[in-house]
């Protein structure tokens, strides 16, 4: 701590770079957040059937979300090593406080009910997980032993099987993917990733028949053949494919888009949000969103290998790929290449929990950015 | 374990993360790659499917329905109406989940069974997205518990159709007939196109001679709807054009007088124009109410119509086929003196029967009770006291091949191309015909059964009228016909090639003869003429429904009503000036003079009085 506080006085002296670093912030990251996030409402406006109180819950959300990336980007890195077992102590017990208090829809138990406010802990976790695994290895050897990659294992199975039992299929996936990506990251060894490998793919089968619920397996089925159950199952598919399609090149036009206007594409505003936007703005509003994103993913990579600390490098690394994920996801499952499962496209989607989960960890992005530099002779 | 971190090699970390997530962002370069492909897909290389797709999900094609044309009797009294009627309608497509709207509609407002029932019956045969009605007649009320709860009513839409009302009910049933639902067998005929969004089809009657005309054309409404199929705006329509009003012959009075006249009878009137050939009045009793079959009729009601005796779905005017019996005796006197096989000096002596060589059994005379009509009877004698042994040797010196061939000039044996779907031909029966249907030839007592309107021949009433309406205007060929106008447009009339050229003094004899039957004191139909200030020109006849044999005297207090003698009655009036002419048969009533003959009188009195009304009426407007 002394000497972290020393370095900081030492570095603040000079340019704008550093004047920004004094207020923690990373100005190039908090620009295209900026960006993003306009976009998203100007789509989300046009999505919810241009309804304002939508678009002021989420701009007062973004708001909040970004008051809590500042917030955690003033505490230094080693703070949130340090502390991330907590987090993740107080996810875990959320989660399992869900199980049995829980409140949920359409079958799903998903929330806590806080009297203010509802609270998705399972959206906690998926900052949650890669912070305690980064921070269990960041104090490891590199390429993680064989008794380390088990408690990594532990560490993230057991969050991910209570999410399942939710059920939230998506999110749980999710969570594995960003402790996965973090043991990834960390240099896991090649063999370890094989024997990973083959176990998934042995694990495939008796996940179907034994986890999988119905309809969780017909979103699977459904994405093989939608044409089978137009009115069912497949209508989600087909309506947003459709909505993309006949978006074209440039698009029908803000607030014109006539499946997403007229009711026929599904979750316009939350889930499916980026095919409203296809429709309206067409391939090239996808482009200029996946170009954002792209500026957005880079200066994230590079906040990464500029990291000072072995936890600043993998958490960085992985809540960016985790990020990349989100996207990916999305964008293949309203598009017809993924099953459908409950991912939202960050920034852009309706949703309140996961806008502030997000922040959290874009602050904790921020925090590794404007962390005061070591001795750089050592490179 | 020891603090790992103070062994660890701070560069060698460096390398190993920046190494792996190089190969992420590698694997994240090719996915996003895969993923911009399938929108470069989607939105470029498949953009018209799509764009097609979008389209044909907003935009719906929705026929406007034309409203049926209407129809009028010759004094512009409405006959055929088109009433709104609200009905609830359900697109299967677009209601999630069917037997939970079903509740909750009838939570809302009364649902038969039968509702029910017949709905699940047209599910079955319904187009995908079709609007498939569950209740008809919708109340005020129930519309606007409908309109209230709409938003619990996804797939469900109240609109508003027009539905055939006929005002008079079962007075004009039979003549303009009625509409019905389309049928299965008919949706395999119909022009799909012209009827869409129209569910009824003329089934019988006017109603179905003029389909096409009453039909209009379908217009069509580009509507762009939701997912839900709900109607958002209405984005382009081309409107129908209603289908064309027609203006009948018909005088309601008159069919109104007749139609009374017939009640608790069995029977058929035809009244005709004589110089136009219009029909005045056309009644069939018993009758039914049309309006019964527009909406889809009961089973148990249509059973009741089906299955009664009386056969009030028969319409006897132009498909019941009778004997004519006597009333055919002017037009074979008239046929005789025409090819003068016989002249109206020419006389016989009746004595109450006909004996021919080498047939044992004697024709008898109707009136044989009485010992015959006597001495030197003459063709007039022989109508107006209706003498058979006249028409039985008259017959013979004519022959069957001259009666049948002038009998088709007067209509008989053939359809008389009256504007109404259905009509029968009867039969004018002759060597050929006999040949044909019978297989045996023509022997000169079928000739003699045939003189006085019995044996083989049959006649519609309507062939009747016509008959009467041609001897009445001296051998103008009228052919009958229901519609004047056609949205005021005259309707040509058809005229049969040959008018028939017969001798004035022949027409005037028979006329006279005709106007004896009603006004000389031995004529059969002298009962009518009390009171009467203008002439009528009649015939009275008699059919057997069963044959009596030679040796059995007819009583029709030993037999069922069933089997009593049709009485028939033609006649035209006034009997100097023909206007009117009507034929006109009462089922089992017995004798012409006294069941068939008051009607004719009513209704004939009833077409003096309209007439000399309208006079006043118009003289006064002038």
């Given at each position: 701590?002394?000497?972290?506080?020393?370095?900081?006085?030492?570095?603040s002296p000079?340019?704008?770079?550093?004047?920004?670093?004094?207020?923690h912030?990373?100005?190039?990251?908090?620009?295209?957040?900026?960006?993003?996030?306009?976009?998203?409402?100007?789509?989300?406006?046009?999505a919810s059937g241009?309804?304002?109180?939508?678009?002021?819950r989420?701009?007062?959300?973004?708001?909040?979300?970004?008051g809590?990336?500042?917030?955690?980007?003033?505490?230094?890195?080693?703070?949130?090593?340090?502390?991330s077992?907590?987090?993740?102590?107080?996810?875990?017990?959320?989660?399992?406080?869900?199980?049995?208090?829980?409140?949920g829809?359409k079958?799903?138990?998903?929330?806590?009910?806080?009297?203010f406010?509802?609270?998705?802990?399972?959206?906690l976790?998926?900052?949650?997980?890669?912070?305690?695994?980064?921070?269990?290895?960041?104090?490891?050897?590199?390429?993680?032993?064989?008794?380390?990659?088990?408690?990594?294992?532990?560490?993230?199975?057991i969050?991910?099987?209570?999410?399942?039992?939710?059920?939230?299929l998506?999110?749980?996936l999710l969570?594995?993917?960003?402790?996965?990506?973090?043991?990834?990251?960390?240099g896991?060894?090649?063999?370890?990733?094989?024997?990973?490998f083959?176990?998934?793919?042995?694990?495939?089968?008796?996940?179907?028949?034994?986890?999988?619920?119905?309809?969780?397996?017909?979103?699977?089925?459904?994405?093989?053949?939608?044409?089978d159950?137009?009115?069912?199952?497949?209508?989600?598919?087909?309506?947003?494919?459709?909505?993309?399609?006949?978006?074209?090149?440039?698009?029908?036009?803000?607030?014109?888009?006539?499946?997403?206007?007229l009711?026929?594409?599904?979750?316009?505003?939350?889930?499916?949000?980026?095919?409203?936007?296809?429709?309206?703005?067409?391939l090239?509003?996808?482009?200029?969103?996946?170009?954002?994103?792209?500026?957005?993913?880079?200066?994230?990579?590079?906040?990464?290998?500029?990291?000072?600390?072995?936890?600043?490098?993998?958490?960085?690394?992985?809540?960016?790929?985790?990020?990349?994920?989100y996207?990916?996801?999305?964008?293949?499952?309203?598009?017809?290449?993924?099953?459908?499962?409950?991912?939202?496209?960050?920034?852009?989607?309706?949703?309140?929990?996961?806008?502030?989960?997000?922040?959290?960890?874009?602050?904790?992005?921020?925090?590794?950015?404007?962390?005061?530099?070591?001795?750089?002779?050592?490179? | 374990?020891?603090?790992?971190?103070?062994?660890?090699?701070?560069?060698?970390?460096?390398?190993?993360f920046?190494?792996?997530?190089?190969?992420?962002?590698?694997?994240?370069?090719?996915?996003?790659?895969?993923?911009?492909?399938?929108?470069?897909?989607?939105?470029?290389?498949?953009?018209?499917?799509?764009?097609?797709?979008?389209?044909?999900?907003r935009?719906?094609?929705?026929?406007?329905?034309?409203?049926?044309?209407?129809?009028?009797?010759?004094?512009?009294?409405?006959?055929?109406d088109?009433?709104p009627?609200?009905?609830?309608?359900?697109?299967?497509?677009?209601?999630?989940?069917?037997?939970?709207?079903l509740?909750t509609?009838?939570?809302?407002?009364?649902i038969?069974?039968n509702?029910?029932?017949?709905?699940?019956?047209r599910?079955?045969?319904?187009?995908?997205?079709?609007?498939t009605?569950?209740?008809?007649d919708?109340?005020?009320?129930?519309?606007?518990?409908?309109?209230?709860?709409?938003?619990?009513?996804?797939?469900?839409?109240?609109?508003?159709?027009?539905?055939?009302?006929?005002?008079?009910?079962?007075l004009?049933?039979?003549?303009?007939?009625?509409?019905?639902?389309?049928?299965?067998?008919?949706?395999?005929?119909?022009?799909?196109?012209?009827?869409?969004?129209?569910?009824s089809?003329?089934?019988?009657?006017?109603?179905?001679?003029?389909?096409?005309?009453?039909?209009?054309?379908?217009?069509?409404?580009?509507?762009?709807?939701?997912?839900?199929?709900r109607?958002?705006r209405?984005?382009?329509?081309?409107?129908?054009?209603?289908?064309?009003?027609?203006?009948?012959?018909?005088?309601?009075?008159?069919?109104?007088?007749?139609?009374?006249?017939?009640?608790?009878?069995?029977?058929?009137?035809?009244?005709?124009?004589?110089?136009?050939?219009?029909?005045?009045?056309?009644?069939?009793?018993?009758?039914?109410?049309?309006?019964?079959?527009?909406?889809?009729?009961?089973?148990?009601?249509?059973?009741?119509?089906?299955?009664?005796?009386?056969?009030?779905?028969?319409?006897?005017?132009?498909?019941?086929?009778?004997?004519?019996?006597?009333?055919?005796?002017?037009?074979?006197?008239?046929?005789?003196?025409?090819?003068?096989?016989?002249?109206?000096?020419?006389?016989?002596d009746?004595?109450?029967?006909?004996?021919?060589?080498g047939?044992?059994?004697?024709?008898?005379?109707?009136?044989?009770?009485?010992?015959?009509?006597?001495?030197?009877?003459?063709?007039?004698?022989?109508?107006?006291?209706?003498?058979?042994?006249?028409?039985?040797?008259?017959?013979?010196?004519?022959?069957?091949?001259?009666?049948?061939?002038y009998?088709k000039?007067f209509?008989?044996?053939?359809?008389?191309g009256?504007?109404?779907?259905?009509?029968?031909?009867?039969?004018?029966?002759s060597r050929?015909w006999?040949?044909?249907?019978?297989?045996?030839?023509w022997?000169?007592?079928?000739?003699?059964?045939?003189?006085?309107?019995?044996?083989?021949?049959l006649?519609?009433?309507?062939?009747?009228a016509?008959?009467?309406?041609?001897?009445a205007?001296?051998?103008?060929?009228?052919?009958?016909?229901?519609?004047?106008?056609?949205?005021?447009?005259?309707?040509?009339?058809?005229?049969?090639?040959?008018?028939?050229?017969?001798?004035?003094?022949?027409?005037?004899?028979?006329?006279?003869?005709?106007?004896?039957?009603?006004?000389?004191?031995?004529?059969?139909a002298?009962?009518?003429?009390?009171?009467l200030?203008?002439?009528?020109?009649?015939?009275?006849?008699?059919?057997?429904?069963?044959?009596?044999?030679?040796?059995?005297?007819?009583?029709?207090?030993?037999?069922?009503?069933?089997?009593?003698?049709?009485?028939?009655?033609?006649?035209?009036?006034?009997?100097?000036?023909?206007q009117?002419?009507?034929?006109?048969?009462?089922?089992?009533?017995?004798?012409?003079?006294?069941?068939?003959?008051?009607?004719?009188?009513?209704?004939?009195?009833?077409?003096?009085?309209?007439?000399?009304?309208?006079?006043?009426?118009?003289?006064?407007?002038?």
């Amino acid at each position: 701590m002394h000497r972290d506080d020393f370095v900081r006085r030492m570095q603040s002296p000079g340019g704008d770079k550093q004047s920004g670093r004094s207020l923690h912030i990373d100005l190039p990251l908090l620009v295209m957040l900026i960006l993003v996030c306009c976009a998203g409402l100007v789509v989300l406006y046009s999505a919810s059937g241009q309804n304002m109180f939508y678009v002021k819950r989420q701009a007062l959300l973004m708001l909040v979300g970004f008051g809590v990336m500042f917030g955690v980007a003033q505490f230094p890195v080693r703070f949130w090593e340090r502390w991330s077992f907590l987090l993740y102590g107080v996810g875990l017990m959320s989660l399992l406080a869900v199980l049995f208090f829980g409140v949920g829809a359409k079958g799903a138990q998903r929330w806590l009910d806080l009297g203010f406010t509802r609270f998705q802990p399972s959206e906690l976790m998926k900052v949650a997980v890669p912070m305690m695994v980064s921070a269990y290895l960041g104090k490891r050897y590199i390429p993680p032993a064989f008794g380390h990659v088990l408690m990594v294992l532990a560490i993230t199975v057991i969050p991910v099987i209570l999410v399942v039992r939710q059920p939230d299929l998506g999110t749980a996936l999710l969570i594995l993917a960003s402790g996965f990506f973090v043991i990834f990251l960390a240099g896991l060894r090649k063999r370890y990733l094989l024997s990973a490998f083959l176990l998934v793919m042995a694990a495939i089968p008796t996940f179907w028949l034994f986890v999988m619920r119905d309809y969780q397996k017909q979103r699977v089925l459904t994405l093989l053949s939608p044409e089978d159950d137009k009115l069912g199952a497949g209508w989600n598919i087909i309506q947003s494919t459709t909505a993309i399609g006949s978006g074209g090149w440039s698009g029908k036009g803000w607030t014109l888009g006539t499946q997403s206007q007229l009711n026929f594409l599904p979750e316009s505003h939350t889930d499916f949000i980026i095919a409203v936007l296809a429709e309206e703005f067409g391939l090239m509003g996808v482009l200029a969103l996946c170009t954002l994103y792209t500026l957005l993913i880079s200066r994230c990579i590079m906040i990464a290998l500029n990291s000072q600390s072995q936890f600043g490098r993998m958490i960085a690394g992985s809540l960016t790929l985790t990020f990349l994920t989100y996207v990916f996801v999305n964008m293949s499952m309203v598009s017809g290449i993924l099953p459908v499962v409950g991912v939202p496209l960050p920034f852009i989607s309706y949703g309140g929990t996961a806008i502030v989960t997000l922040f959290l960890g874009f602050g904790i992005l921020m925090a590794i950015s404007t962390e005061p530099k070591r001795i750089r002779t050592t490179l | 374990m020891i603090n790992d971190a103070a062994f660890s090699d701070p560069a060698r970390e460096r390398k190993i993360f920046a190494s792996r997530l190089l190969i992420s962002i590698f694997l994240a370069f090719v996915l996003g790659i895969v993923v911009i492909a399938r929108y470069v897909d989607l939105q470029l290389t498949r953009y018209q499917d799509f764009a097609t797709h979008a389209d044909n999900n907003r935009v719906h094609v929705r026929p406007a329905p034309p409203s049926r044309g209407l129809i009028y009797d010759r004094n512009g009294e409405l006959l055929a109406d088109n009433r709104p009627t609200y009905i609830l309608t359900i697109v299967r497509e677009r209601s999630d989940n069917l037997s939970e709207l079903l509740d909750t509609i009838s939570s809302l407002i009364e649902i038969s069974d039968n509702d029910i029932k017949r709905f699940e019956k047209r599910l079955t045969r319904r187009k995908p997205y079709e609007q498939t009605p569950l209740k008809y007649d919708l109340t005020e009320q129930e519309r606007g518990v409908l309109a209230v709860n709409g938003y619990l009513l996804d797939g469900a839409e109240v609109s508003a159709r027009l539905m055939r009302f006929y005002p008079d009910g079962e007075l004009f049933g039979h003549a303009i007939g009625y509409v019905g639902r389309i049928n299965e067998r008919e949706s395999q005929t119909i022009d799909g196109i012209k009827y869409s969004g129209t569910d009824s089809i003329g089934k019988i009657g006017l109603e179905k001679f003029y389909e096409s005309q009453l039909l209009g054309e379908v217009g069509t409404e580009h509507v762009e709807t939701n997912a839900r199929g709900r109607v958002m705006r209405i984005l382009d329509n081309k409107d129908p054009v209603p289908g064309s009003n027609l203006t009948l012959y018909l005088d309601s009075r008159l069919q109104r007088v007749a139609h009374k006249a017939f009640e608790g009878e069995r029977g058929a009137l035809v009244a005709i124009d004589v110089k136009t050939g219009g029909i005045l009045a056309i009644v069939s009793a018993p009758g039914y109410d049309p309006n019964l079959f527009v909406s889809g009729i009961t089973q148990k009601n249509y059973d009741a119509l089906l299955h009664s005796p009386d056969r009030p779905l028969f319409d006897r005017t132009i498909r019941g086929q009778y004997p004519p019996g006597s009333t055919i005796k002017p037009l074979f006197g008239l046929i005789g003196l025409h090819s003068k096989t016989i002249s109206m000096d020419y006389v016989i002596d009746d004595p109450g029967y006909f004996i021919m060589e080498g047939i044992e059994r004697p024709w008898r005379d109707h009136n044989s009770k009485r010992g015959g009509h006597g001495k030197g009877v003459d063709l007039a004698e022989a109508i107006i006291e209706s003498c058979d042994v006249f028409f039985y040797k008259m017959s013979i010196k004519t022959g069957i091949d001259l009666l049948s061939r002038y009998s088709k000039q007067f209509g008989l044996g053939q359809i008389t191309g009256i504007d109404m779907p259905g009509e029968r031909s009867g039969i004018m029966p002759s060597r050929v015909w006999k040949k044909g249907a019978r297989g045996q030839s023509w022997f000169n007592g079928d000739t003699i059964n045939t003189s006085i309107g019995q044996g083989f021949m049959l006649a519609t009433p309507l062939q009747l009228a016509v008959m009467t309406a041609r001897i009445a205007s001296r051998g103008n060929a009228v052919v009958p016909k229901i519609v004047k106008s056609i949205n005021g447009i005259a309707v040509a009339r058809d005229e049969i090639s040959e008018p028939i050229n017969i001798n004035e003094e022949h027409w005037d004899y028979i006329h006279k003869a005709m106007s004896d039957v009603v006004h000389s004191t031995k004529g059969t139909a002298k009962g009518i003429s009390r009171g009467l200030s203008y002439k009528i020109a009649g015939k009275t006849g008699t059919a057997q429904v069963i044959s009596i044999s030679a040796e059995e005297e007819y009583d029709s207090s030993k037999i069922d009503k069933s089997q009593w003698d049709h009485a028939l009655f033609v006649a035209f009036a006034p009997a100097d000036d023909p206007q009117i002419a009507i034929g006109l048969i009462v089922e089992n009533g017995e004798h012409g003079s006294s069941a068939a003959a008051p009607i004719a009188r009513m209704v004939m009195d009833m077409y003096m009085k309209s007439k000399a009304g309208s006079h006043q009426s118009s003289g006064g407007a002038n």
